[in-house]
Each structure stands twice: as C-alpha cells, then as structure tokens.
C-alpha cells in the first residue's frame, strides 16, 4: 500500500463510482423497454434511443479513460516498489548471499510481472466489481428490498470458495516460481558459456539439463492454472445453481402481482449484474492469492535492516586477533593473527583453496568469524566504510568510462579526471574521453585497464584501505608489476591476496606471509 499514489488511487475510485452507474443504467433501460412495450408509449421511443445511446458512448468514454488511470497507477506503484526492491537487495548484498544474481533477475523479470497482472491490475478489477455492485444494490433495494435481498441470501454459498483453494493456489504459484529462479539461473550460465558449448558441439549435452528445466517451469504454470480454474469453475457452477432459486421466486412475485413485470426485470437484471459481480470478485481472489509467496518475499526484502551504517573514518589500524572459521565441519581457518598499520603494504601468499579470499571477506566483514576478533580502528569492522577490492573478475558496468568510476555519484570532472591520471589511466582519457563506453564486461579494455578503472574508482571515492583479491592473476608480467606500481604507492594500505606474484614486485611490500593449512605465517 506504501507504493500507491493517493491522488491516482483516488481518480480509480472516482473513475469505478462513474463506471458503476453502468449497471443501473442496463438494467433501467430493460425495465423501460417493458414499460413502453406494455404501456404502447410510441410517443417516448426515439427519446428513449437518443438517450440510451449517448448514455453507452459516455461509458465507452469512461472505460477506456479507466484503463488509462489504472495504467497510470501501475506505473506509479510499479516505479516505486521496484526501485525500493532495488535499494534493499543493493544494501543487503553479501558476498554470500546465494544464487543472488539468477534468483533476483528472475524475481524482477516473472515475478514482478505475476504481481503487476493478478495483484496490482487486479487490485483495481477488485474496486471496480466491488464499487459497480454497491452502486447496483442501491438501485436494486429502491425497487424491491424483499426480492433483492433474497438473491443476495443466496450468492453467500460460492462466496465460500476462494478461502477454499487460497492455500492451494499460493502453493502451487511458489512451486513456480522456484522452479522460473532454478531456471533463470541455469539460462544465464548457458548463454554465458555459449561459446564454448558451440566450440565443443555440445548442444545437445547442454538441452539435456535446459530441456527437463523448461518442462519444470511449464508444467508448474500450467498446474498453477488448473488450480485458479478448477476453483473458479466451482464458484461459477454454485452460482449457476444459486441463481435459478431466486429467479423462481421473482417470477412468482410477478404472477400473484406483488412485483411489476418491469420492477421484476430492473431487479432481476441488477441482481444478475451483482452475481456476476461476485463472481468476478472470486476469480479475483483466486488470482490474488497466486502471489502470496511474492508478496511476502517483497515484504522481507523490504524489512528495514537494523544494521547501522557505516562510517568514513581514517584508517589506523586493522588487527586479527586469534581469528578462526569453518565451512560446514571443514576448518578453513585457525588461529590468524595479523596487524596492519596505516600506509603498510601487506602481502598474503597461499596455495589455491588455502582460504586466502576468505580472509579477505572476514577483514571486510563479510563473514563473521566461528572464534576472534577482527576489527579496525579497535572498532567492529562493520562501522568502518573506507574499503575497496580489485578483484580478479571485474567488477565494471556497460556504461562509459565516467560512470564505471564515479558509480553515477556526484564527483566533478576535475576529480574525476585526476583520479584516472592517478590510476594510471591518463593515455585512455586523452585518446576516447570519459564518455569511452566500455561495453559488457568491460570488453572495449584491456585487462590491465579494467584493472586501473577499479583503482580509479578508490582512489575517488578516498578509500584508504584496499585490497586486491588475486587482482593481476589475469595479466601478463609487464602489466602486472605496472599495475602493482601504481597500486602500492598511492600511499594507501594495501592487502593483496595471491599465489604467484612477480618477484620485482616483492620488494615493494612492507610485509610477506603465507597462508597454509589455515595458518598464518609472516615471511618477512
Ligand atoms: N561459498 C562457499 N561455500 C562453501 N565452500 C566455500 C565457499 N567459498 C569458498 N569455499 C571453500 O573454502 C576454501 C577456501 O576458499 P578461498 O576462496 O578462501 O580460497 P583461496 O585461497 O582464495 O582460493 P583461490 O586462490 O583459488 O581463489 C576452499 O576449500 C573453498 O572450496
């Protein structure tokens, strides 16, 4: 509700009040049609036509104005929810956080568009059934409350059905969605790695995972579809079988003469367009309730978090006091005990797997130790804001150049300009400017570039602590030590983790250890 505009939402309402006049209108202009049949009121014909015309142009008018201001509410609600679903999954990301690129990509592409066609849009289908019926049961008491109450007494029994296949409905749309999540995932990984299921000619090993992945999907659509329809098909049955009772009892009226034959047309038709309007109300909540899961997803994604945010402050001092973690019952790390002062230069040697990138996640507090303390400043690393990676796999964005260091934050050209220059990136400004796109993954560079760009983007936003996690694996000697030249003297402190790092390198750290076996041991 927090994403809905009042003054939108208000126009829908006015917007159903008027539509809801239609139904009345309907039923009247019936009831007229006996009154001049029966009456032979030749006079009131060509009146009467100009008036029902011109009453159904103004309703087409209004219907199709009512599609405009209900596509103008979802934008409103959809702009809104989606950019704070964004926020949150942005602020809440951790590097453990599990399968977070598929499963959210494909929450913002099906899910959302679940949500938009059976809640949102059918939110508004809600208020127009239900406003149309009260404005119709007003029309309907003034001609009979007796007659019209007995049709509504037996519209209660469908009533009961959607509470009936609520659970159903939610359980077989989750089934769905989790099985649309496992299969988002696995369609990126594939056209990710297209070019190298072509190479192999393996196409066909590959349909044979995405083939039963598809099918999964399918199938749960198509169950959760039954569902909806099978609990529809039950409401409209009892309907049917309800309506005939009242009908019966109508007809009665009108023979002992207790009912005109035209009062019995206004409130015969009126109370159908009430059934029908029930009816459409069960369907409704049929359809709304194949998004429980997501709403209640939606509604945990958006849960304020409790952490405070952190805070810039200069960097001094990291210390690692008797530090140990596990995955599961394997000991990735025991006993680590390391000090780090302001402007140090520190290099971690360790085999492959020896859990050097872990380290790196605990020093930033990403994971929390089993036992120990991590902390900078002699405060919890979660208070401290000053730290940035160059990683092994680029983290660039398609956008130019600017927008890859400034995040899109607010930084002046000058700065921008002199963080590049810094970061050793001066001949590429020079030659294609700070709009340079730099295409997927950062294709238009070379690797060494992309390198530079992750260390502009620290030097810009003033980070004193940075780390490198494996950061010139990739490149080739000449680049690599280039690239650690300019990384260790900006006077920053510097973590680098890695397993083979050029000896002409060396030198320029103020300290050496290896990781091995869990442990930490300084070299020099
Ligand atoms: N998310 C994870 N879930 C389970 N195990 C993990 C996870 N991440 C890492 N590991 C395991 O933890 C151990 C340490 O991994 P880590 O990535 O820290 O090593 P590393 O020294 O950085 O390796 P590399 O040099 O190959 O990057 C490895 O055995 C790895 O398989």
């Known amino acids: 509700m927090r994403f809905v505009n009042k003054r939108l939402m208000g126009l829908a309402i006015l917007m159903a009040v008027l539509l809801g006049l239609e139904t009345p209108f309907n039923a009247a202009t019936y009831a007229f049609i006996f009154t001049i049949i029966g009456g032979k009121h030749l006079a009131w014909l060509v009146p009467f036509v100009v008036i029902v015309i011109s009453g159904y142009l103004i309703f087409t008018l209004l219907t199709y104005?009512?599609?405009?201001?209900?596509?103008?509410?979802?934008?409103?609600?959809?702009?809104?929810?989606?950019?704070?679903?964004?926020?949150?999954?942005?602020?809440?990301?951790?590097?453990?956080?599990?399968?977070?690129?598929?499963?959210?990509?494909?929450?913002?592409?099906?899910?959302?568009?679940?949500?938009?066609?059976?809640?949102?849009?059918?939110?508004?289908?809600?208020?127009?059934?239900a406003v149309a019926s009260v404005v119709t049961l007003v029309y309907s008491l003034k001609n009979n409350v007796v007659l019209t109450l007995v049709f509504l007494a037996f519209m209660v029994i469908p009533a009961a059905v959607p509470g009936r296949f609520g659970k159903q409905i939610g359980a077989k749309t989750g089934i769905w969605s989790t099985r649309n999540n496992h299969w988002s995932g696995m369609l990126k990984d594939v056209l990710t790695g297209a070019l190298s299921i072509r190479q192999y000619r393996a196409i066909r090993g590959v349909e044979e995972k995405t083939n039963p992945a598809i099918q999964g999907v399918e199938q749960a659509n198509a169950a959760a579809k039954n569902t909806i329809a099978l609990s529809n098909g039950v409401a409209e049955g009892l309907f049917y079988l309800c309506t005939y009772i009242p009908i019966g009892i109508g007809i009665y009226a009108a023979v002992i003469g207790r009912i005109s034959l035209a009062q019995f047309v206004a409130i015969q038709y009126s109370s159908n367009m009430i059934i029908n309007s029930a009816r459409g109300v069960i369907s409704s909540f049929n359809t709304l309730n194949s998004t429980t899961k997501i709403r209640d997803h939606i509604?945990?994604?958006?849960?304020?978090?409790?952490?405070?945010?952190?805070?810039?402050?200069?960097?001094?001092?990291?210390?690692?006091?008797?530090?140990?973690?596990?995955?599961?019952?394997?000991?990735?790390?025991?006993?680590?005990?390391?000090?780090?002062?302001?402007?140090?230069?520190?290099?971690?040697?360790?085999?492959?797997?020896?859990?050097?990138?872990t380290l790196l996640r605990l020093i930033d507090?990403?994971?929390?130790?089993?036992?120990?303390?991590?902390?900078?400043?002699?405060?919890?690393?979660?208070?401290?804001a000053g730290m940035s990676t160059v990683n092994q796999t680029p983290i660039v964005f398609n956008d130019s150049l600017r927008f890859n260091v400034t995040l899109g934050m607010a930084f002046t050209d000058e700065a921008v300009l002199q963080a590049c220059q810094r970061a050793g990136l001066a001949e590429l400004i020079e030659k294609d400017g700070m709009d340079y796109q730099i295409g997927e993954g950062g294709q238009n560079l070379s690797g060494g570039q992309i390198k530079r760009l992750e260390i502009a983007r620290a030097i810009l936003f003033d980070r004193d602590l940075i780390f490198i996690d494996e950061g010139t694996a990739s490149l080739d000697e000449k680049t690599s030590i280039a690239i650690h030249q300019t990384i260790l003297r900006l006077n920053k402190t510097v973590i680098e983790v890695d397993h083979h790092i050029p000896a002409s390198v060396l030198p320029l750290f103020d300290h050496v250890y290896t990781l091995a076996a869990g442990e930490l041991t300084a070299v020099r």
């Not at 952190?310 to 005990?337: E, G, H, P, Q, Y």
């Not at 507090?365 to 401290?384: C, F, H, K």
Request: aromatic content about 6%.
């Open 65 to 129: 104005w009512n599609t405009r201001v209900v596509n103008r509410n979802v934008v409103a609600i959809n702009q809104h929810l989606k950019a704070a679903l964004l926020r949150s999954l942005l602020r809440e990301r951790t590097v453990d956080t599990k399968d977070f690129v598929a499963t959210n990509l494909s929450f913002f592409m099906n899910d959302l568009k679940l949500l938009e066609d059976n809640y949102i849009r059918q939110l508004f289908t809600l208020i127009s059934l």
């Open 299 to 357: 509604r945990q994604t958006l849960q304020p978090t409790t952490a405070p945010e952190a805070t810039m402050m200069a960097f001094n001092t990291l210390t690692l006091d008797r530090v140990a973690f596990n995955r599961d019952s394997t000991s990735i790390l025991k006993d680590v005990t390391l000090k780090v002062n302001r402007g140090e230069n520190i290099l971690i040697q360790g085999e492959s797997g020896s859990g050097k990138t």
């Open 365 to 384: 507090g990403a994971l929390q130790p089993a036992s120990g303390q991590v902390s900078i400043n002699n405060q919890a690393v979660t208070d401290y």
